[in-house]
């Protein structure tokens, strides 16, 4: 026998495979025919809306003009900040008072509007149509119904909210009913729980974080709703920032708006500690 010990074969590498890129799918005609009506939907509404960048280039000069009678801010304390500070309160009350005073009217409907509380179609279908109705018309319009019947003032401005967040603020807590674990509700039926001792102790428990955390969402909308509603007429800030612009005071526009971001920001800024403090999303 030889003694000469053969060397190792070195294994044989076979060459890696690269994945194949995956093929495009043709396009389909319902897609095609999806793809032009979204194309011919946003010509139509560029060619209506007058939409036309270069007509806000030529507008240069009036936004300069702007900018020159707003720069710098109006301070006077006793003619618009002090004023400014006391409308932003009134602003804040507004939609204060119409988030919580629409919350028990949406938290009814919403019971009444979601399939696992609801005690049949008849009024799911009922309570769903008062929410779409109240969700449908802007607060703006409620304001100007509401300033027709009480006249000029906050007062109109916080009915607008309480109808209008009563219809939003209800679609929302029942879609959150909807989409919880049903177990714990059918195990109290099963009991002989009526409907409502197990919308009580099953339902509403489980949506209580959510609930607590769309109304502070709906709370921050409706203080910034309240901004726009003081424009027709409701009171608040609004109206101070109205007159400013018919009266072309725009340096005072700029200090109230200057306002309204401070307030924007502190109740966003609480909101935000509220959730957190409650486990809310």
Partial sequence: ????????????????????????????????????VVVLAHVLAWQGTEFSPAALVRGWRGMADFAAQALPPDLSWDGVLLPGLRAALVTLGIGLLGTTFSAPFALVLALLAARVTAPNRWVYQAARSVLSFLRAVPDVVFALVFVTAVGLGPFAGVLALIFHNTGVMGKLWAEAMEEIDLGPRDALRV???????????????????????????????????????????????????????????????VTHLAVVLVLVVAVDQLSAYVRRRVGAP
């Fill in 191 to 253: 009991g002989g729980a009526s409907g409502a001792q197990a919308a009580a102790h099953a339902v509403l428990p489980a949506v209580v974080p959510q609930f607590v955390g769309l109304l502070l969402y709906r709370f921050d909308v409706n203080v910034r709703s309240s901004l726009v509603l003081g424009l027709v007429g409701a009171g608040g800030i609004g109206f101070l920032v109205n007159q400013s612009i018919k009266l072309f005071r725009f340096d005072e526009l």
């Fill in 1 to 36: 026998m030889s003694g000469v010990t053969g060397a190792a074969v070195p294994p044989v590498e076979r060459p890696v495979e690269r994945p194949r890129p995956p093929r495009r799918r043709p396009l389909t005609p319902a897609a095609a025919a999806v793809t032009a």
